[in-house]
């Protein structure tokens, strides 16, 4: 098929607030002899992408395309010869017309021209809406839940903000573990939202001392690990929700980057600190099929369930908007935010 000279692109050309967010055109993605060329049909949004609007996450060169999940369908195959016969690469049994789902920076645009690595087939049983709703918090909660602490049955854990997106993967995930999840959350629909999706007790911070009522809740002895997206707000108090040798798993920033601390506030209880990156487990083919496997699995199953909150426009006050919604505490989100990119 032929494509075309421009795209239009949902970018960045300077750090700052939601009025930065500009929808643009700009030339068609520049094609590398590993790439695969895919028409994106859903654009995920997540907290990511505010980090890197903020300047949290500096960008390398203006204008930056946000996004960094989305799926769509392949319109050109790599053409390095030593890609085509690579058996990892064959093993994912890529074609023209394939449904795939992306995973890496620059999603928010018509085409994306990505290393054949970060496109992943999806089964013909995963919507494409769910393929670009899953990669983000699935993989997350798959990854960081096996390797930055491994949740065994019998574990007590913490889970900020478990009404979310990436809150609901951890419990679910967490829960098929045998673990007894608490999860902090802002209001009593979010509360019974998690409730229902198996959380065993539920913290309302607004309303309850976070501290005091997971401690009461454990004995005072407190919880294996916590899982914090909030970072800030949140951080400090984490320290004294762990019991010994616990786990702060120091997954995200939504209220802004932790301050420092000494290596020796973890001595006091022999803690571990982890600040993972899920792109940092799957950097392999074959780290990225093992997991991918099993999230595929797993929405196969129910185990995971998706739940699309809100669809936005490809324009830019719908990308505004929907990092304002992503990015404000308390707010009403209790799933996935998607953008509509263009039609299948």
């Not at 999230?295 to 739940?307: P, Q, V």
Request: aromatic share 8%; with cysteine; net charge neutral.
């Amino acid at each position: 098929m032929s494509l075309p000279e421009t795209v239009q692109a949902i970018t960045i050309s300077a750090h700052g607030g939601p009025e930065v967010v500009q929808k643009i055109s700009l030339p068609f993605p520049e094609r590398g002899p590993e790439d695969i060329i895919v028409k994106v049909v859903w654009g995920g949004v997540n907290t990511i992408d505010t980090y890197f609007r903020k300047g949290l996450y500096p960008a390398k060169k203006f204008p930056l395309i946000l996004g960094t999940e989305g799926s769509g369908t392949i319109v050109k195959l790599p053409t390095d010869e030593k890609v085509l016969n690579d058996p990892a690469f064959k093993k994912r049994g890529y074609k023209v017309g394939g449904r795939v789902a992306l995973n890496a920076l620059g999603a928010f645009a018509e085409y994306v021209s990505y290393p054949w690595k970060s496109v992943y087939p999806v089964p013909d049983y995963i919507p494409l809406d769910i393929a670009s709703s899953c990669i983000s918090h699935c993989l997350t909660a798959l990854t960081t839940m096996t390797e930055s602490y491994h949740v065994n049955k019998g574990d007590v854990i913490l889970v900020h903000t478990i009404a979310g997106g990436l809150g609901l993967a951890f419990l679910a995930y967490a829960k098929s573990r045998g673990a007894t999840v608490i999860g902090t959350t802002s209001t009593p629909a979010k509360a019974a939202l998690a409730r229902a999706a198996g959380a065993d007790h539920v913290v309302l911070y607004t309303q309850e001392d976070t501290v005091q009522r997971v401690l009461e809740l454990t004995g005072g002895e407190g919880v294996h690990a916590v899982f914090d997206g909030v970072g800030k707000d949140t951080f400090l108090s984490d320290f004294e929700m762990l019991r010994r040798k616990g786990t702060l798993v120091a997954i995200g920033n939504a209220s802004g980057a932790p301050d420092p601390v000494s290596p020796l506030k973890l001595s006091a209880k022999n803690l571990k600190l982890v600040r993972p990156s899920m792109f940092n487990y799957i950097v392999t083919p074959e780290e990225a099929d093992h997991y991918l496997g099993e999230m595929w699995e797993a929405l196969r199953s129910g185990l995971f369930k998706i739940k699309v909150h809100r669809v936005f426009p490809f324009t830019a006050e719908g990308a505004r908007e929907a990092q304002q919604e992503i990015n404000t505490p308390g707010s009403s989100v209790t799933g996935k935010l998607l953008i509509r990119i263009s039609e299948e």
